[in-house]
Nanobody, 122 residues
Framework: QVQLVESGGGLVQPGGSLRLSCAAS????????MGWYRRAAPGLERELVA????????GYADSVKGRFTISRDNAENTVYLQMNILKPEDTAVYYC???????????????WGQGTQVTVSS
């Protein structure tokens, strides 16, 4: 199986920065798309923040464009989210997502991390 472990969340003041990391481990043949999602409060839907393909093509939610940058290290099966100019409305639990393939003969599966809390407050 494939596990995702996130790190880097915490408390930051408005205007500050944080960097999230997410490492995939386990039986991995290939990681396709990787992304970050967030849920602002229990009961709300998880929303896409940023996504990156294995070729490095990226996409962002309009609310974070120009402030957040997603990147990945394919050799380490790790994805990062650099978050700058953070706002109180960025407060949420951030989840890492990966589309993983465990052998060349199997299909892909969606895997999720456990989530990391980001709180933006003065």
């Amino acid at each position: 199986q494939v596990q995702l472990v996130e790190s880097g969340g915490g408390l930051v003041q408005p205007g500050g920065s944080l960097r999230l990391s997410c490492a995939a481990s386990g039986t991995i043949y290939r990681i396709h798309d990787m992304g970050w999602y967030r849920r602002a409060a229990p009961g709300l839907e998880r929303e896409l923040v940023a996504v990156i393909t294995s070729a490095g093509i990226v996409g962002y939610a309009d609310s974070v464009k120009g402030r957040f940058t997603i990147s990945r290290d394919n050799a380490e099966n790790t994805v990062y989210l650099q978050m700058n100019i953070l706002k109180p409305e960025d407060t949420a639990v951030y989840y890492c997502n990966a589309e993983a393939q465990i052998t060349r003969y199997t299909g892909t599966m969606q895997r999720w991390g456990q989530g990391t809390q980001v709180t933006v407050s003065s």
